[in-house]
């Protein structure tokens, strides 16, 4: 069974930072790629970043202020959130599959992430 647990969330000030983690079971963690979407209240869910053999993508307005990488090893992916900003605030979510971002195969539950101004 598949599992993709995130932690890292909470409450932070506009400028300030948080990472993300994602820790991936029951796949083969190499051979997927892996992204973080959000979604804000009242929003439908975004794309946030992508990691994949290729290399990384960004939505355009994270770009320069987030970072996504991943540990093979110890089946984690991560997301560092500098310069975090009000609208940020979202619940964050981890997703797996061969063929993101088109689709994804496998969901976290997602983490809080709230940024105060």
């Known amino acids: 069974q598949v599992q993709l647990v995130e932690s890292g969330g909470g409450l932070v000030q506009a400028g300030g930072s948080l990472r993300l983690s994602c820790a991936a079971s029951?796949?083969?963690?190499?051979?997927?790629?892996m992204a973080w979407y959000r979604q804000a209240p009242g929003k439908q869910r975004e794309y946030v970043a992508l990691?994949?053999?290729?290399?990384?993508n960004y939505k355009d307005s994270v770009k320069g202020r987030f970072t996504i990488s991943r540990d093979n090893a110890k089946n984690m992916v991560y997301l560092q959130m500098n310069s975090l900003k009000p609208e940020d605030t979202a619940v964050y979510y981890c997703?797996?599959?061969?063929?993101?971002?088109?689709?994804?195969?496998?969901w976290g539950k997602g983490t809080q992430v709230t940024v105060s101004s």
């Open positions: 990691i994949r053999s290729g290399g990384t």
């Open positions: 029951g796949l083969i963690f190499r051979m997927n790629n």
């Open positions: 997703a797996a599959g061969n063929s993101l971002p088109l689709r994804v195969d496998y």
